[in-house]
């Protein structure tokens, strides 16, 4: 018997015939679908260190992380320091399976842009995933959609991943604007790409009320706010986009936190600040899968 999906066409002893799977309740079946979509999108740890450290505790940092951490297989982990540590970074990780992510990129591939650090530069040094359109650099230095944009494009044409910030501030989301907000984003910022591009996308919802504030989502609002991202992808692209791309969760995760977040079905990753500059909390970060309940502590 060669079975090719649960209730679908099935070849029994030769013959085609549809196999009805009998669910015990209408849940299950959701349920598993979920799951098998859940799993075709590999769960991402990324650090976003910002503006934090010198060279000398970058290196000694990576050391101790890819000796630690040498033995997990089923997460992907990713480290965004400071331009100037991308390059020493990602050569001291050479040997490991952690990749290394730029902070924010502009997006002119080169000329008189003083200050400025192209996507060709940050592939030429290692890089495989760019952050834009990061709250902080929405807020404090004024990128707009529009510019978010951009970045990402330069981000793809360089074949990296961009991860695309999205998120509320606090007021918008007492005036029950959060949707509007994500979708303003999250249109502008993917306008122009096809669904084969905004495969090769991440996006990272991260509630700008809950950035380094100690104030995280709880666990139901993050997916909620995930759930809409992902019906949003549907509409703008297709299904596929809708199952298979990426949502990041930001915004106070810790150690004590990172599982329940990571339990929703619609939470893929998270892209962590303050809890990414320790070795120790990092790791457990990434061990989130191995955290005690805390109930059961
Ligand atoms: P914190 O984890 O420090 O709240 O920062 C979140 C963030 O901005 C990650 O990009």
């Known amino acids: 018997m060669h079975k090719r999906a649960h209730g679908q066409i099935t070849v029994i002893d030769g013959k085609q015939g549809i196999e009805m799977v009998k669910f015990k309740d209408p849940f299950e079946k959701l349920e598993r679908e979920n799951e098998r979509k859940r799993a075709m999108r590999r769960p991402l740890v990324a650090g976003n260190w910002k503006m934090n450290k010198v060279l000398t505790a970058v290196l000694e940092f990576a050391l101790d ?6 033995d997990v297989s089923d997460v992907e982990v990713l480290i965004c320091p400071p331009f100037p540590f991308l390059g020493p970074l990602s050569r001291s990780l050479e040997d490991s399976t952690v990749k290394v992510g730029a902070q924010d990129v502009y997006w002119e591939e080169n000329g008189a842009f003083t200050g400025s650090v192209s996507a060709q530069m940050l592939d030429s040094v290692g890089c495989s995933y760019v952050i834009v359109g990061h709250s902080e650099r929405r ?27 999205v998120g509320e501030k606090l007021e918008e989301r007492e005036e029950m604007r959060t949707e509007e907000v994500l979708r303003e984003q999250i249109t ?18 991260e509630p700008v009320w809950a950035i380094g504030t100690g104030k995280t989502a709880t666990a139901h609002q993050a997916n909620d706010a995930h759930g809409f991202i992902r019906e949003l992808l549907r509409e703008l692209f297709n299904g596929e986009v809708c199952d298979r791309m990426r949502i990041l969760y930001g915004g106070s995760v810790k150690p004590e936190n990172v599982a329940e977040l990571m339990r929703e079905p619609d939470i893929d990753g998270v892209l962590v600040g303050g809890a990414s500059l320790t070795v120790d909390s990092f790791e457990k970060l990434i061990r989130y899968k191995e955290a005690v309940a805390p109930e059961t502590q």
Request: with cysteine; net charge positive; charged share 20%.
């Open 65 to 70: 992380l890819k000796k630690r951490i040498a």
């Open 139 to 165: 807020h404090i230095f004024g990128d707009s959609s529009e510019e978010v944009n951009k970045k990402t494009g330069a981000v793809l044409a360089s074949y990296m991943i961009p991860i695309v910030c």
């Open 188 to 205: 502008h910022s993917l306008a122009g790409f096809n669904s084969q591009e905004a495969l090769k996308c991440v996006i990272a919802y």
